[in-house]
């Protein structure tokens, strides 16, 4: 009886759980949805769940560049090197910066690391007024350069804490084992730090990779005129508000932008969340 | 670190990459912020056609006597009222049913949940704005089919959410808390995981019940990190920009602007103006600072910095 009754609510609580999880992806499967399904299924009068008739058409008319004029794989290219390029420019300055407070104490270590914390919270829609004019007067603006730069310096806070706490978890031990058996000081980094902190490195770079991936305010700001400049966020709201609003298009170059996001996102998903959180709940 | 430890110049030199670069584009531009704002900088300024001026406060009265202003301002603080509260109440009971799920069940539901986190709010927008389209989203076809007693009915057929103030801002706040939620779930949860079991159990034998024992035990003993969570979801909530913009129909319905997107639209739209739009954006600045250093105290106050 008592065995049954546990069972039971096992098996609600496991529903309950599935439920949650259907809920949560509802939007990002419909999305997925609507981009396979034909104009005559997407404005139908009854939606169905699932495309009866699947098309590519959608995603042949956004990458050819039927919409716009320009083809997905020029704005996938802009957004692939703007975002590769600030993530390995933040992870070279965040581990130097992540072993200095991680493994030394010095003077305004802890400024350092509350102004952190603070500049982290800077409104980028404030920020983005004053980098717009500095910007203009050195000629970044339609350039992705200007873009790398900012994505660099704005993923920085985050980066540097979530890399304090991988550096912060090797063991000295280690370090000073080698350096007893006579281990120079490059050494020891190549061969004991960057091993270790590699898995932190991953998934540091991944939260580097979301935040350039995703972000759209600067991308807006700075890419103004020149559509061929423009990153994938970008090129996802250009279909929109363009007169005639053809939701599969839009679905479908959504889908290009956000499924490798999300991919790469579920891969180091646990180490992630847990360096993200080192701050909120003490680890 | 062993190896480099000799000089002490060493940390320094080690930080100077980031302190250069957050130094130039993140502390700079707020300096700036702070200096435009005592300004008259416009087009003709930044074409060099007149030079600028300093005017002193009159940016800020300019502002302070501007009723869209004062709507913004409004709309920022209402809507972080509601949603800071559902996100965190959300969150939380989503938390606890992780903490009492199987190890797989509890991963699988997680990882699903914290897709929505990761999902880039320019998708999350344009895909609430399409389940709500007046022509073939999901939402008014099913408010459309539900019984009237569930507030359903016909009228719902082609109901547009985003012509509105209040549509908008209710599609918004459903929009938010999907994306804010999972990240207040596995938050609450890797600190439920911190709290012995025994604890839990002895108060079962007790004689608790759920509610008692969340308020008896878990509450007192989560607190830090619920502050924390709380102030988090605060600045985020508030100072909300791309989902917002992108809901209300980008810029032009100054009815619906927030206090983000009024400082952006008054630098920007045409004729620009840095000047106003720098105050507006010194003052959204302020107010997401006095939060900051509540989150930074309690951050310090819980052990995060050693």
């Given at each position: 009886m008592r ?6 609510r ?6 309950l759980?599935v ?9 990002i499967?419909?999305?997925?949805s ?9 404005y139908?009068?009854?939606?169905h769940p699932?495309p009866?008739?699947?098309t590519?058409?959608?995603f042949?008319?956004?990458i050819?560049?039927?919409v716009i004029?320009l083809?997905?794989?020029?704005f996938?290219?802009?957004?692939l ?6 993530v390995v ?5 965040a581990l130097?910066?992540?072993i ?6 010095f003077?305004f270590r802890t ?5 952190l ?6 409104p980028q829609?404030?920020?983005v007024?004053?980098?717009?004019l500095d910007?203009?007067?050195l000629?970044?603006?339609d ?6 730069l900012?994505?660099?310096?704005f ?9 304090r706490n991988?550096?912060a978890?090797?063991p000295r031990e280690m370090e000073e084992?080698a350096?007893?058996?006579g281990?120079?000081?490059?050494r020891i ?12 490195l991953?998934?540091?770079s ?5 935040f350039?991936?995703?972000?759209f305010?600067?991308?807006?700001t700075?890419?103004g005129t020149d559509?061929?400049?423009y990153t994938?966020?970008?090129y996802v709201t250009?279909?929109y ?6 939701w599969?298009?839009i ?7 956000t499924?490798p996001?999300?991919?790469f ?5 646990r180490?992630?969340?847990?360096g993200l959180?080192a ?5 | 670190?062993?190896?480099i430890r000799r ?5 320094y030199?080690l930080?100077l990459p980031?302190?250069?670069a957050?130094g ?15 300004q008259n900088?416009?087009?003709p300024?930044v ?5 600028t001026?300093?005017?002193g406060g ?6 302070l006597?501007?009723?869209?202003f004062w709507?913004s ?5 209402i ?6 509260p559902?996100t965190l109440l959300?969150?939380?009971l989503v938390?606890l049913l992780l903490?009492?799920l ?11 949940a914290?897709?929505a986190?990761?999902?880039?709010a320019?998708?999350?927008s344009?895909i609430?704005?399409w ?10 076809w ?5 019984p009237?007693?569930?507030g359903?009915g016909a ?5 547009s959410?985003?012509?509105s103030p ?7 706040t459903?929009l ?7 990240f ?8 439920l995981?911190t ?12 004689g608790?019940?759920?509610w008692r024992?969340?308020?008896?035990i878990?509450y007192?003993?989560?607190?830090p990190?619920f502050?924390v969570?709380?102030?988090?979801s605060?600045?985020w909530d508030f100072?909300?920009?791309t989902?917002a ?5 980008e810029?032009g319905?100054?009815d619906?602007y927030n206090?983000?997107?009024y400082a952006y639209?008054?630098a920007?739209t ?7 739009g720098s105050a ?9 600072l006095i939060?900051?250093i ?6 310090v106050r819980q052990?995060?910095?050693?």
């Amino acid at each position: 009886m008592r065995l049954r009754s546990r069972t039971a609510r096992r098996a609600g609580l496991n529903a309950l759980g599935v439920l949650v999880a259907l809920v949560t992806m509802f939007p990002i499967l419909w999305m997925v949805s609507t981009a396979f399904k034909p104009a005559s299924e997407i404005y139908s009068l009854t939606p169905h769940p699932l495309p009866a008739h699947p098309t590519l058409g959608n995603f042949r008319s956004v990458i050819d560049g039927k919409v716009i004029g320009l083809p997905y794989w020029d704005f996938l290219k802009n957004s692939l090197f703007v975002t590769l390029s600030s993530v390995v420019a933040s992870m070279l300055i965040a581990l130097l910066a992540a072993i200095a407070v991680a493994r030394f104490k010095f003077r305004f270590r802890t400024s350092y690391l509350i102004m952190l914390l603070i500049v982290q919270m800077l409104p980028q829609q404030a920020m983005v007024i004053a980098l717009f004019l500095d910007f203009r007067s050195l000629g970044l603006l339609d350039n992705l350069v200007g873009l790398i730069l900012v994505y660099t310096a704005f993923s920085l806070p985050v980066t540097i804490w979530m890399l304090r706490n991988f550096v912060a978890a090797v063991p000295r031990e280690m370090e000073e084992a080698a350096a007893i058996d006579g281990a120079g000081p490059m050494r020891i980094f190549w061969r004991i730090m960057l091993p270790l902190v590699a898995p932190g490195l991953v998934a540091t770079s991944v939260f580097a990779f979301i935040f350039a991936w995703n972000e759209f305010i600067f991308a807006l700001t700075f890419l103004g005129t020149d559509s061929a400049k423009y990153t994938l966020p970008i090129y996802v709201t250009y279909f929109y508000g363009r007169g005639t609003v053809d939701w599969g298009s839009i679905m479908a170059s959504s889908t290009l932008f956000t499924i490798p996001v999300l991919v790469f996102f579920l891969i180091v998903q646990r180490r992630m969340t847990s360096g993200l959180m080192a701050g909120a709940v003490k680890g | 670190m062993v190896f480099i430890r000799r000089h002490r110049l060493t940390p320094y030199g080690l930080l100077l990459p980031s302190a250069v670069a957050i130094g130039l584009l993140l502390l700079w531009p707020t300096v700036q912020i702070a200096k435009f704002s005592l300004q008259n900088y416009g087009l003709p300024q930044v074409t060099g056609v007149a030079p600028t001026q300093w005017v002193g406060g009159a940016n800020f009265s300019a502002t302070l006597s501007d009723p869209e202003f004062w709507l913004s301002l409004r709309i920022s603080l209402i809507f972080a009222a509601v949603v800071v509260p559902l996100t965190l109440l959300t969150g939380t009971l989503v938390g606890l049913l992780l903490n009492r799920l199987g190890p797989k069940m509890s991963a699988f539901v997680s990882s699903t949940a914290m897709l929505a986190w990761a999902t880039p709010a320019v998708s999350a927008s344009v895909i609430f704005i399409w389940l709500t389209d007046p022509d073939g989203g999901v939402v008014d076809w099913a408010l459309a089919k539900m019984p009237s007693w569930l507030g359903g009915g016909a009228h719902w057929a082609g109901f547009s959410w985003t012509n509105s103030p209040l549509p908008a801002y209710t599609l918004l706040t459903v929009l938010v808390v999907w994306q804010g939620f999972p990240f207040v779930a596995v938050t609450v949860l890797a600190g439920l995981k911190t709290i012995p079991a025994e604890l839990h159990e002895s108060a079962r034998v007790d004689g608790g019940g759920a509610w008692r024992i969340f308020w008896r035990i878990t509450y007192p003993l989560l607190k830090p990190i619920f502050l924390v969570l709380l102030l988090l979801s605060i600045i985020w909530d508030f100072g909300v920009f791309t989902q917002a913009y992108l809901v209300t129909g980008e810029l032009g319905n100054r009815d619906e602007y927030n206090l983000g997107i009024y400082a952006y639209d008054r630098a920007f739209t045409m004729p620009p103006s840095y000047g106003v739009g720098s105050a507006l954006a010194l003052i959204l600045t302020v107010i997401l600072l006095i939060i900051t250093i509540g989150y930074v105290r309690a951050s310090v106050r819980q052990g995060a910095i050693q």
